[in-house]
């Protein structure tokens, strides 16, 4: 069955860097997009990039452009998010989700999430 | 700064149906694109409950149905039931600037 499986929960500082995987497993890694999206404490969910796992393109959401870097790695089926200069409204759940549709995406499935805590 | 506004709370009692509309944009849902819903049980990942306005993927019960109109969209839940008490959340995509793929403030749904 299709599969994200995220890395472990993280806490950092202020100003420090944070990177998270997601494994796919179950389909074809390189024929769907991969979609990251965050969700604060008690907070609704905020779309954040787009990573093609084919040729490695990416697209980001503009209030996090120059932060936030998206990777893959085919070898693994696995896609990165690296979000830097962490401030503490960075804290939040980080969801990867596999994108669905041939044009404009929808999310299915979606990774565990992963819990990145921002504090000094 | 969610671009598609969702009522905070709806509730019911068992049995009954509860619909959520989900507002948007000629940026947006008024603008063509699909609008997709998924519920999100407490301290879970988000589950892809209707695709492409009115789809349910598999497994999903026919007690869900999701409908487009204009600038807006709608997700109703007949026969509602005590599990069905989670978040609801509806995406679209939005041609604007200010971002590519957009969620709904979400509602939360609470079975009296």
């Known amino acids: 069955q299709v599969q994200l499986v995220q890395s472990g929960a993280e806490v950092k500082k202020p100003g420090a860097s944070v990177k998270v995987s997601c494994k796919a497993s179950?389909?074809?890694?390189?024929?769907?997009?991969m979609h990251w999206v965050r969700q604060a404490p008690g907070q609704g969910l905020e779309w954040m990039g787009i990573?093609?796992?084919?040729?490695?393109?990416?697209s980001y959401a503009q209030k996090l452009q120059g932060r936030v870097t998206m990777t893959r790695d085919t070898s693994t089926s696995t896609v990165y998010m690296e979000l830097s200069s962490l401030r503490s409204e960075d804290t939040a759940v980080y969801y990867c989700?596999?994108?669905?549709?041939?044009?404009?995406?929808?999310?299915?499935?979606w990774g565990q999430g992963t819990l990145v805590t921002v504090s000094s | 700064q969610s671009v598609l506004t969702q009522p905070p709370s709806v509730s019911g009692a068992p049995g009954q149906r509860v619909t959520i509309s989900c507002t948007g944009s000629?940026?947006?849902?008024?603008?063509?694109?699909?609008v997709h819903w998924y519920q999100q049980l407490p301290g879970t990942a988000p589950k892809l409950l209707i695709y492409?306005?009115?789809n349910r993927p598999s497994g999903v019960p026919d007690r869900f149905s999701g409908s487009k109109s204009g600038t807006s969209a709608s997700l109703a839940i007949s026969g509602l039931q005590a599990e069905d008490e989670a978040d609801y959340y509806c995406?679209?995509?939005?041609?604007?600037?200010?971002?590519?793929?957009?969620f709904g403030t979400g509602t939360k749904v609470t079975v009296l």
């Open positions: 989700a596999r994108g669905v549709g041939a044009t404009h995406n929808w999310f299915d499935p």
């Open positions: 179950g389909y074809t890694f390189t024929s769907y997009y």
């Open positions: 990573i093609n796992p084919s040729g490695g393109s990416t």
């Open positions: 000629s940026s947006n849902i008024g603008a063509g694109y699909d």
């Open positions: 492409g306005n009115s």
């Open positions: 995406q679209s995509y939005d041609s604007s600037l200010s971002g590519r793929y957009v």
